[in-house]
């Protein structure tokens, strides 16, 4: 392969491979526009060049991400001066990034995942934010993460309480991985932007005195369980970690009962606003993206249910809980804040739950959410994906948009590729073979009227990773937008 100097592109991404990369993949470099080699298992440290100033001057794309390369950060990529998407996410990589990378000019620039420690360089051009880091060494710091002075050396999951507490112990501020640069007085002090307002809380996007910003969550008095209630579910939250789930950075309640999650800021775009608000500048959402985004939120929930020491339920899915970033990678938020808040409060949530069209028929009674449950709101999410509609109610008729019976009317009338939505079928020459017809029944399954015929969502994700779309370079085009024209999403 190394010798096949005609290539400006190669994608060999989410295949078998194992072994090393060989250095005369570097050979194709004169003419090599992209190189996508993402999920698969190949080990080692990452080659250089053989000729020691190699620039790789055409090359735009480098996706090594989701393998397991071990070693330092190779220093060589900072002289690919023309490189635009760097993801190295998702492997074994330690040690310092190097002041060069700042000066390149990324569209994206993906490093979460690895080992990386030290002082991030400072990114003069490129707009990087605190994702690109995320799930680093807790000793990694500077600017987007936050400043490096006092800093911890706090292992993942491990929780610290600001020593300037109160003697009575209600005004503390307890941090997680990632939050070790914050202080009580940090937090207190940000100037807020108000994001979104509910009837238990308000969220704001908050500037701190460092340059730095993070995303607040204030539930307001009267509407939380005691801090004793509270803080066993917190720490629970604090240690959670999982690429598809917000972690949370710090938590902090005041002597009036008011309480503060704090979270990365990330200035990305929820799933309901890519789906169904019309901007300038919005990505196309083809099957292969969008699929991407649902098997991210699968995997987000799978974890919950069944990959924590103490497993939990969501409580809250629905698209506009959805972030999506610049990689199409999903991020689920509001976990667990369902349970953080007094009875009354939360059947309110499962209230706006059926408001929304994501509430599962058996809460109608039982009014407690359960991984049954979480999966019958994916199977409406997933739905909502494929078709691009919401599932909420209508404001002029006041009736709810009932995509399952949407699907079943389709079905009986033998125009089932009729309900999906019209991006979704560019580009698939066969939505049987494509997974798209799959994924149908995965969603309809899902929402199943009776719990116990809904699939766990461990199989949902199962059935998902083995009914990929055949064409997945479409996922390398994030600056494509409908218009044609506008700003990268």
Not at 6 to 11: A, P, Q
């Amino acid at each position: 392969l190394g010798y096949s100097s005609s290539l400006t592109d190669i994608d060999l991404g989410q295949n078998l491979l194992t072994g090393s990369l060989s250095p005369s993949i570097w050979n194709l470099c004169d003419r090599l526009e992209s190189l996508r080699l993402h999920g698969n298992s190949l080990s080692g440290s990452i080659p250089a060049p053989a000729l020691p100033n190699s620039s790789c001057d055409s090359l735009k794309v480098l996706d090594l991400g989701d393998n397991k390369f071990t070693g330092l950060f190779p220093d060589f990529i900072t002289r690919f001066r023309n490189i635009q998407v760097l993801d190295l996410s998702y492997n074994l990589l330690t040690g310092v990034i190097p002041e060069g990378l700042g000066q390149l000019k990324f569209d994206q620039l993906n490093l979460s995942y690895n080992n990386f420690s030290g002082v991030l360089p400072k990114f003069g051009e490129s707009k990087v934010g605190a994702e690109a880091f995320e799930g680093n060494n807790p000793g990694l710091c500077g600017y987007p993460l936050g400043g490096c002075s006092g800093r911890t050396n706090l292992t993942p999951g491990a929780i610290a309480e600001d020593d300037t507490a109160g003697e009575t112990g209600e005004a503390k501020l307890v941090v997680f991985q990632g939050g070790e640069n914050l202080t009580l007085e940090d937090v207190l002090n940000a100037t807020g932007q108000v994001i979104e307002k509910t009837s238990y809380g308000t969220s704001y996007k908050a500037k701190l005195a460092d340059g730095g910003t993070i995303a607040l969550r204030l539930l307001r008095e009267g509407c939380c369980k005691d801090r004793s209630s509270c803080l066993p579910v917190v720490r629970q939250l604090g240690r959670i970690r999982h690429e598809n789930l917000d972690p949370l950075r710090a938590f902090y309640q005041g002597k009036r009962g008011e309480k503060l999650l704090i979270y990365d800021y990330v200035p990305t775009r929820t799933l309901f606003e890519l789906l169904h608000e019309p901007k300038p500048g919005k990505p196309v959402l083809n099957w292969a993206r969008r699929h991407k985004i649902a098997l991210g939120i699968a995997r987000g929930l799978a974890y919950l249910h069944t990959g924590l020491e103490t497993t939990m339920t969501h409580g809250n899915v629905k698209s506009k809980n959805v972030l999506i970033d610049d990689f199409f990678v999903a991020r689920l938020t509001e976990i667990g804040v369902d349970k953080l808040v007094i009875p009354d409060v939360a059947d309110e949530m499962l209230s706006q739950l059926k408001t929304d069209g994501y509430k599962a028929p058996e809460l109608q009674k039982m009014n407690k959410c359960n991984p049954r449950t979480d999966v019958y709101a994916f199977g409406i999410l997933l739905l909502e994906i494929l078709i691009g509609k919401k599932p909420d109610k209508n404001s002029r008729s006041g009736d709810y948009m009932d995509l399952p019976s949407m699907v079943k009317t389709a079905v009986l009338e033998e125009t089932t590729m009729e309900v999906f939505d019209v991006e979704v079928l560019k580009g698939i020459r066969s939505p049987m073979e494509d997974g798209l017809v799959h994924a149908l029944k995965l969603a309809m399954g899902c929402c199943a009227p009776v719990a116990t015929a809904r699939p766990t969502m461990e199989e949902v994700l199962k059935q998902l990773e083995e009914n990929r779309p055949r064409n997945r370079s479409a996922l390398y085009s994030p600056t494509e937008t409908r218009s044609g024209t506008g700003t990268p999403f």
